[in-house]
């Protein structure tokens, strides 16, 4: 059975507008998957269904045999660890610890406990001794890595992130895409940047104008220009 | 912006940070209070009120210097309303400085609003001086305040600064495209910038809130501190109730 | 900086205003839980921080005159009455306890005017114009621009009724001094909550709350206010004229007879007008009170489609 599978999806903004149509895909656990696309693709509209926080108006995502539903959303988001595009969206509370403790604290842990994994998460990212500054103290890597730490806390099945590399330099980068290396979750990762998908994913879905339009290997379109410029991907050289 | 200084007042330990953030508040109020509320011309007991507040500065380790500084700001605004009083209580007139008439009424009122603005002022000084932003916040959570305030001022602390820093942002990019621009022209870019971040800050709320739900929230965020209010600072809090109201009431026995 | 400092209030208007604005806190706090649901928490932080930066910001008049956002009606429109009274209470409450603007004594007068009254007073006014000229973009922007008007009058008000209470200051004084300069305040007020509200609006309708149409009953009750209203009016023109060693009685005791109130009073000392005596006098004066206010509202949403 696969981890995480989206059968059929369509979803429809308040006003009207297509935004997804019928996509299908699944992935299996240890996978490493790549979600390309153009602007406007549907790429973070899609990954909104994967924990919930958007539902489908026909179609089907389903996450560890779980079926989302409003019902089960409590669930799923304890299995899906969805980090977004602006850090500070996730980075909400006045210092790291709280942060990367609220997860665990709603999930009915004790502050100490609570305390005790934020802390061991921060220091395994790189992040001890920042437990009491605020985000706004930090770098922007430091602050993706941070958001990382807010998901990693709850030890989510996959590992969903929408875009982890933009805004962040060369080091940011790899100082991300190694850390990530090392991970054993399911990673699904929606990225502009071919060279960090190639960095962390052997397999790559691809959409455009909210529908899923190619599924495969990623080696096997990186040296193909003319495929490139017709999904509208730019492979850095 | 000024607050972002905020962050680094409250770094000397003294015995007042050993005290839990929620009973340093209450010591405020208490002080505040029983300043506020001396009898009007009770110019021993506020001196001694006075004498009190600056005594709780130098246990709070904060040098009178600094202690003045950062009061200057709200003094002088206290000052300016404190002067209007004199001249627009009516009374029996004492003294006349070019063509104003001075009443005693005026005198009176101007004194003892100065006062107890004064020594109020101090003990706020004091508690910002020696308490961090969040736990003031972790301070009226534990006072009982409604959820729904301090779960606002937890997430305020953190949109501030991001809200802040877009508007600095939007305000240099407005600037540097319309340089040399008129006031009015200014003023209506100022306007559109002020607008934009009132925008983003909203849709900003519905990102964060989709973040939230993503980690489990329902409804209500809970805590991480544990509450230090222990037996010994009850007791110093009862201790300096008890003083405060002691003078403030002689001021209005004693005649 | 409407918020009243330490030092200037006696001890039963302490009392007073801290007990009148606990109480209603806490129905703010159990009325806007029911409207906004958990959506509340990170609406009513991001709109905290935003009130507190715009209240940094120096708007410059001219003349090396600037001005501050008070904002109690901007944040009703946008989180509801209840949440607005929580989001400004907050922002009063860190002014005085950080920044030390306003008093911590003082916290409960200040709670009342610029909380409870603004935003309470304000959006009451809001809903009363709505219901008066009906809902649409500009009719809405027009109502917040009248009610941020009148919510800077009642809180200068409050703050005048507080400062003579405590004998601090004689009423005529205070409201002279007080209610005049929030009178002209009142102005940069409205015209800058219908400039923010008219440009939020036109990107993103949906974050103006509270865009349901007056319903017929609220329709006939705005009327029915408006109508006595102008009754009153007529009635304490016609009561003055008539009886003017009552008025004269009363104005004594008021102590208000020899000051500027009363010369400024002048031109209108015995509401003589050309045709009809005292009654069209008092009819053309709350007549033109609307009409300002009018012609007020539609200018700001003129600017406001400008911008």
């Known amino acids: 059975m696969p981890l995480l599978e989206v059968a059929d999806l369509t979803y429809r903004y308040p006003d009207g507008t297509h935004a ?95 305390e005790l994994l934020a802390r061991g998460v921060l220091q395994s990212l790189g992040l001890g001794g920042n437990e009491m500054r605020a985000a706004h103290h930090l770098s922007g890597g430091e602050k993706r890595l941070a958001a990382l730490a807010t998901v990693l806390v709850s030890h989510p099945l996959v590992l969903v992130l929408d875009e982890p590399t933009s805004n962040l330099d060369a080091r940011g980068k790899r100082r991300l895409v190694r850390l990530l290396r090392e991970r054993g979750e399911t990673l699904l990762v929606a990225t502009h940047d071919l060279a960090v998908a190639r960095a962390l994913c052997e397999r790559a879905v691809i959409m455009a104008d909210g529908a899923l339009v190619h599924d495969g290997q990623l080696e096997h379109i990186v040296t193909d220009q003319e495929f490139l410029d017709h999904h509208g991907l730019w492979a850095e050289l | 912006m000024s607050f972002r200084h905020l962050d680094q007042f409250a770094q000397v330990s003294s015995p007042i940070t050993a005290l839990a953030p929620a009973l340093r508040v209450l010591g405020t109020v208490v002080v505040a209070l029983g300043a506020a509320t001396l009898r009007l011309g009770a110019w021993p007991q506020l001196a001694t009120l006075a004498g009190l507040v600056l005594v709780l500065a130098a246990v709070a380790r904060i040098p009178l210097r600094t202690l003045l500084l950062r009061m200057l700001g709200p003094l002088v605004f206290v000052l300016f309303a404190s002067v209007a009083l004199l001249f627009l209580v009516p009374g ?5 400085v070019w063509w104003i008439d001075l009443t005693d009424n005026g005198l009176l009122r101007f004194g003892s609003a100065l006062g107890r603005a004064f020594t109020a002022l101090a003990a706020a000084v004091i508690l910002v001086s020696t308490t961090t932003f969040p736990e003031i916040v972790q301070a009226l959570r534990e006072l009982r305040l409604p959820h729904a305030v301090t779960t606002a001022l937890g997430l305020a602390y953190r949109f501030l600064y991001v809200i802040v820093d877009e508007l600095e942002r939007l305000q240099r990019a407005a600037r540097s495209r319309n340089a040399g621009a008129g006031a009015a022209k200014r003023r209506r870019l100022l306007v559109s910038v002020v607008a934009a971040v009132l925008r983003r800050a909203l849709v900003r709320s519905e990102r964060t809130h989709r973040a939230m739900l993503a980690r489990g929230f329902h409804g209500e965020i809970i805590s991480l501190h544990r509450s230090r209010v222990d037996a010994r600072s009850i007791m110093l809090l009862a201790l300096l109730g008890l003083v405060v109201g002691a003078v403030t009431l002689s001021s209005y026995l004693a005649r | ?131 008066l000229v009906g809902v649409g973009p500009r009719r809405v922007i027009s109502a917040a621009a009248v009610a941020a008007y009148v919510s800077a009058l009642l809180v200068g008000l409050a703050a005048a009724v507080e400062l003579a209470l405590s004998h601090t200051l004689p009423f005529e004084t205070a409201v002279l001094a007080i209610v005049g300069s929030h009178a002209l305040v009142g102005f940069f007020e409205a015209a800058l909550t219908g400039a923010l509200l008219g440009l939020v609006y036109r990107t993103q309708p949906g974050l103006v709350a509270n865009q349901v149409a007056p319903s017929g009953a609220e329709r006939g009750w705005a009327y029915a206010l408006a109508g006595v209203s102008l009754l009153v009016a007529v009635f304490a023109a016609y009561a003055a004229s008539s009886r003017p060693d009552a008025f004269e009685a009363a104005i004594q005791r008021l102590g208000i007879e020899d000051t500027a109130l009363t010369h400024l009073a002048g031109p209108f000392a015995d509401y003589a007008a050309p045709i009809g005596g005292p009654w069209v006098a008092a009819a053309l004066g709350v007549a033109l009170v609307f009409a300002l206010g009018w012609s007020l509202a539609r200018f700001m949403a003129h600017v406001g489609r400008r911008t």
């Open chain 2, 92 to 96: 029996e007139v004492v003294a006349r």
């Open chain 1, 20 to 114: 997804l149509s019928g996509v299908s895909f699944a992935v299996e656990r240890g996978e490493k998957v790549a979600l390309l696309g153009p602007t406007g693709a549907g790429k973070s509209t899609l990954l909104l269904h994967l924990n919930g926080l958007l539902l489908p108006a026909s179609g089907c995502v389903t996450i560890d045999g779980i079926a989302v539903s409003g019902g089960t959303v409590r669930e799923v988001r304890q299995r899906v660890g969805l980090v977004f595009q602006d850090p500070d969206d996730q980075l909400f509370l006045p210092s790291l610890l709280e942060d990367v403790a609220f997860g665990p604290l709603n999930e009915g842990c004790d502050p100490e406990g609570a």
């Open chain 3, 1 to 131: 900086m409407a918020h009243i400092p330490d030092g200037f209030l006696s001890a039963p208007v302490i009392a007073g205003t801290a007990l009148a604005s606990a109480g209603a806190l806490a129905i703010a706090a159990r009325r806007s839980r029911d409207s906004l649901g958990g959506q509340e928490a990170p609406l009513l932080g991001a709109t905290t921080a935003f009130v507190f930066a715009a209240q940094m910001l120096n708007f410059p008049l001219g003349a090396g005159v600037s001005a501050h956002l008070l904002g109690s009606v901007l944040v009703a429109t946008l989180v509801g009455p209840w949440a607005g009274m929580l989001v400004i209470f907050a922002v009063v409450l860190v002014q005085a306890l950080l920044f030390q603007d306003g008093g911590v004594a003082a916290l409960g007068a200040n709670t009342l005017n610029l909380a409870v009254i603004g935003v309470g007073g304000g959006y009451a006014i809001y809903r009363w114009v709505l219901a």
